[in-house]
């Protein structure tokens, strides 16, 4: 049996390897295809606890195929930061995201996006970053907010903490993603020059009836607070996490309950639909 088991690791793992590289393939399709075409950014709300007015949108790349399938990240990013893809990937993301910002600056206070450790260790990123920043002079560049993993810190050969500070000189705002899940989140809170907390949704989901989860994020809550940071509770799905959100004071919510990554298109009427009520 221990040589059954054996096989069995062997063919996925193979399964893995082809997938790997089949998303690698798709993956430089796309990017040499038109990009606004084959990798549409999509947002998703993140809204006023307190109102529920739309604030700000995380921006999720998702890759449409040649058959017309649209693809989550999960089949494309991780190779994309295996090959090193993820540069002309993450700079096409930050060049859609401040497109649409713009075209949003009126409705929209902020829009985030995700930044993976293989860019933010780039020697280019923070000369591209500027350099966007310096063709859209009407937002302040506080109204973009880049959100880091804690892996960031733990696989970066160059000085995370540095280059954050750098990001932080030009006006960028810095959210600590899916915080609470890593293995030193009390070192990168200590280490990272943030702005934003976002709870992981495995805190959130359900909140109103564990009393664990409960106390992890009021205790976070009053951190964030007290090192003058906002936070955000993703995974936000049922009524009952919303309110359970509301009377533990976390200022902003995202998750189903509000709205699932959207096309442009379609956040632009949601927004208009925010703003009226
Ligand atoms: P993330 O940054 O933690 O993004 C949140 C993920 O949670 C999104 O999945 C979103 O659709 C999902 N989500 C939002 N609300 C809910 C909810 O109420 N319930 C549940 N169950 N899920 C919810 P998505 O779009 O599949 O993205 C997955 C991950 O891919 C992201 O996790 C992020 O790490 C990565 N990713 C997405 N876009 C980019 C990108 O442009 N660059 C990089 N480097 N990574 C990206
Ligand atoms: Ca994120
Ligand atoms: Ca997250």
Same mark, same amino acid.
């Given at each position: 049996?221990?040589?059954?088991?054996?096989?069995?690791?062997?063919?996925?793992?193979?399964?893995?390897?082809?997938?790997?590289?089949?998303?690698?393939?798709?993956?430089?399709?796309?990017?040499?295809?038109?990009?606004?075409?084959?990798?549409?950014?999509?947002?998703?709300?993140?809204?006023?606890?307190?109102?529920?007015?739309?604030?700000?949108?995380?921006?999720?790349?998702?890759?449409?195929?040649?058959?017309?399938?649209?693809?989550?990240?999960?089949?494309?990013?991780?190779?994309?930061?295996?090959?090193?893809?993820?540069?002309?990937?993450?700079?096409?993301?930050?060049?859609?995201?401040?497109?649409?910002?713009?075209?949003?600056?009126?409705?929209?206070?902020?829009?985030?996006?995700?930044? /993976?450790?293989? #860019?933010?260790?780039?020697?280019?990123?923070? &000369? %591209? !970053?500027? @350099?966007?920043?310096?063709?859209? =002079?009407?937002?302040?560049?506080?109204?973009?907010?880049?959100?880091?993993?804690?892996?960031?810190?733990?696989?970066?050969?160059?000085?995370?903490?540095?280059?954050?500070?750098?990001?932080?000189?030009?006006?960028?705002?810095?959210?600590?993603?899916?915080?609470?899940?890593?293995?030193?989140?009390?070192?990168?809170?200590?280490?990272?020059?943030?702005?934003?907390?976002?709870?992981?949704?495995?805190?959130?989901?359900?909140?109103?009836?564990?009393?664990?989860?409960?106390?992890?994020?009021?205790?976070?809550?009053?951190?964030?607070?007290?090192?003058?940071?906002?936070?955000?509770?993703?995974?936000?799905?049922?009524? /009952?996490?919303? #309110?359970?959100?509301?009377?533990?004071?976390? &200022? %902003? !919510?995202? @998750?189903?309950?509000?709205?699932? =990554?959207?096309?442009?298109?379609?956040?632009?009427?949601?927004?208009?639909?925010?703003?009226?009520?």
């Amino acid at each position: 049996s221990g040589g059954n088991r054996m096989k069995v690791f062997n063919d996925r793992m193979r399964v893995a390897v082809q997938d790997r590289i089949a998303a690698e393939k798709l993956l430089r399709e796309a990017l040499d295809g038109d990009r606004r075409q084959t990798l549409p950014v999509w947002f998703q709300p993140i809204v006023s606890a307190r109102t529920g007015e739309i604030l700000g949108a995380e921006t999720l790349v998702r890759m449409r195929t040649g058959d017309g399938r649209i693809l989550g990240p999960g089949l494309f990013v991780p190779a994309a930061e295996e090959t090193g893809l993820i540069v002309p990937l993450g700079e096409h993301v930050l060049i859609e995201a401040l497109r649409h910002l713009v075209a949003w600056r009126d409705e929209l206070r902020y829009i985030s996006v995700n930044v /993976s450790p293989r #860019q933010l260790a780039e020697p280019d990123f923070v &000369p %591209l !970053l500027a @350099g966007l920043l310096a063709a859209a =002079p009407e937002l302040e560049p506080g109204r973009l907010v880049l959100e880091i993993t804690e892996t960031a810190l733990l696989a970066s050969t160059v000085d995370i903490t540095e280059r954050l500070e750098t990001i932080k000189s030009l006006g960028v705002r810095i959210a600590l993603d899916d915080f609470g899940t890593g293995y030193s989140s009390l070192t990168w809170l200590q280490s990272v020059p943030a702005d934003i907390v976002k709870l992981d949704r495995s805190f959130v989901a359900g909140l109103a009836t564990d009393a664990k989860k409960s106390s992890i994020i009021r205790a976070v809550l009053w951190l964030a607070q007290s090192m003058g940071m906002s936070a955000v509770a993703e995974g936000v799905e049922e009524a /009952s996490d919303v #309110q359970a959100l509301r009377e533990v004071g976390c &200022p %902003l !919510l995202q @998750g189903y309950f509000f709205g699932k =990554p959207m096309p442009p298109e379609q956040f632009a009427a949601g927004l208009q639909r925010s703003r009226m009520a």
